[in-house]
């Protein structure tokens, strides 16, 4: 595939998101508090999947602390949910 059509290919997707500007401030959170997570949320139009939108979470949804070890730090972070609002789920539905 040729750079041109690739440009093109991306700029339309890009154009596709709805609120593209301001998930791009949100993830720019990251700078400042380390963190920064958005859910992407698709849609099927014409026989395609598209990035509709980005929805930023908030750092304070995720930790951090390995609740299996006191005082330890994960490598990863853990969603809170309200299934588990204190341990977290790894793959965790918001």
Do not use: H
Not at 1 to 21: C, H, R, S
Not at 57 to 77: C, H, K, W
Not at 79 to 93: K, V, W
Request: net charge negative.
């Amino acid at each position: 595939m040729k750079p041109e059509n690739l440009t093109l290919i991306f700029q339309e997707a890009v154009g596709y998101i709805e609120n593209f500007d301001e998930a791009l401030l949100d993830l720019c959170d990251a700078i400042g508090k380390g963190l920064a997570m958005s859910e992407i949320m698709y849609d099927y139009s014409e026989g395609q999947v598209w990035i509709k939108e980005l929805k930023s979470i908030e750092q304070r949804r995720f930790t951090f602390a390995d609740s299996e070890n006191m005082g330890m730090v994960l490598d990863y972070p853990r969603l809170l949910t309200e299934n588990d609002p204190f341990r977290g789920d790894e793959a965790g539905q918001i």
